[in-house]
């Protein structure tokens, strides 16, 4: 969803798999930080739920870069980590950047996709709630019914709003890579500066935002992204003098 860190290296303790032909690794420290981030809920079953959703989340977000990457002939691999994850591949014959741009949204919309699917098996269920459909209210019944509707707020959540969020210009985020490319591509000089500084400024909002809402781990990390941007723009900056 996010790569604010490179690749975290290997362990022993790396869970391994493929899926759609692409290999798949996932670090240790995505399950930490997912149950550190879900450490707020009260329950422990809960919280194994939304790691879970967190997991397929960010792997069908990935997902989305790697399929983009790989019907363009360039072999993807997906990192799962700490800080969310990334799906990595070597350009080749035929790069352009408008694929560089298609593959960076193509992640976003992926999770646009699951929530979709998600929001639509939630009406559904509702509606059939709402007729007294006898299937529904087995579904939604006691505790059973509670963690069905606590998961599917949460693929809801994750899919959406997280995905909103990774769609500003902040680098390196998809936004802040589609916001590169396209500052890159209408002055190659100095378009990289103007996205870092465009990146300092979303970020640096995002972060008053989230603190305002009282929201601290959302404001660190994207202060974090602002600061990232503004070594990222001075490095640049001594480059272009």
């Known amino acids: 969803m996010m790569q604010l860190l490179g690749d975290p290296g290997t362990t022993q303790y790396d869970l391994r798999f493929s899926i759609l032909g692409i290999p798949v690794r996932v670090h240790p420290m995505f399950w930490l930080i997912g149950l550190l981030l879900g450490s707020g809920t009260p329950?422990?079953?809960?919280?194994?739920?939304?790691?879970?959703?967190?997991?397929?989340?960010?792997l069908v977000h990935e997902l989305g870069h790697a399929l983009v990457a790989k019907?363009?002939?360039?072999?993807?691999d997906?990192?799962?980590?700490?800080?969310?994850?990334?799906a990595r591949y070597s350009p080749g014959f035929g790069y352009t950047r408008?694929?560089?741009i298609w593959i960076s949204f193509a992640g976003?919309?992926?999770?646009f996709g699951l929530f979709?699917?998600?929001?639509?098996?939630?009406?559904?269920?509702?509606?059939?709630?709402?007729d007294g459909q006898p299937w529904?209210?087995?579904?939604?019944?006691?505790?059973?019914?509670?963690r069905i509707l606590f998961a599917i707020l949460q693929l809801e959540y994750i899919n959406l709003v997280w995905g909103l969020f990774n769609l500003l210009p902040v680098f390196p985020l998809d936004g802040g890579r589609i916001c590169f490319e396209l500052c890159d591509g209408r002055n190659s000089r100095s378009g990289q500066i103007r996205a870092y500084q465009i990146g300092i400024i979303a970020a640096g909002l995002a972060a008053l935002y989230f603190a305002n809402l009282e929201m601290y781990l959302a404001a660190l990390m994207f202060g974090s992204l602002?600061?990232?941007?503004?070594?990222?723009?001075?490095?640049a900056k001594r480059g272009y003098q």
């Open 116 to 130: 979709a699917i998600v929001y639509g098996a939630d009406l559904w269920i509702r509606a059939g709630l709402a």
């Open 136 to 146: 529904a209210i087995k579904l939604l019944t006691g505790d059973t019914g509670n």
């Open 226 to 235: 602002a600061y990232q941007n503004y070594q990222f723009y001075t490095h």
């Open 71 to 76: 019907s363009y002939g360039w072999p993807p």
């Open 43 to 58: 329950e422990l079953l809960d919280v194994a739920i939304w790691v879970g959703c967190l997991f397929v989340s960010i």
């Open 78 to 86: 997906i990192v799962l980590h700490g800080f969310g994850g990334f």
């Open 98 to 100: 408008k694929r560089a």
């Open 108 to 111: 976003p919309l992926a999770g």
